[in-house]
């Protein structure tokens, strides 16, 4: 079994995968990135809501191939926040 992440971040309007994880690791910080959908249950993660809107690019991408309108946005907030042992959730690429 896996520990439980320090942080984990994503997209998020991936609504099944966030409450998935938070029942798998209840210890886990999550911070979802809100893309699009701002009325889109997270539970208790602490949601960040993205200003720009789905399917316009990120100012910032990452280092690997992922959706520039989507799961991309969440990568500026993971290189601010998040540290030693945070997951990221790339789902769209």
């Not at 701002?38 to 990452?62: M, Y």
């Amino acid at each position: 079994m896996l520990p439980a992440p320090v942080v984990e971040q994503h997209a998020g309007v991936l609504v099944v995968l966030t409450r998935a994880l938070q029942l798998a690791w209840p210890s886990a910080r999550f911070v979802a990135v809100v893309v699009g959908k701002e009325g889109c249950d997270t539970g208790r993660a602490r949601r960040i809501l993205h200003p720009l809107p789905f399917g316009r690019s990120a100012k910032v991408l990452p280092p690997f191939p992922s959706a520039a309108g989507y799961d991309a946005k969440a990568w500026e907030y993971i290189r601010a926040e998040a540290g030693p042992g945070a997951l990221f959730w790339n789902v769209g690429a």
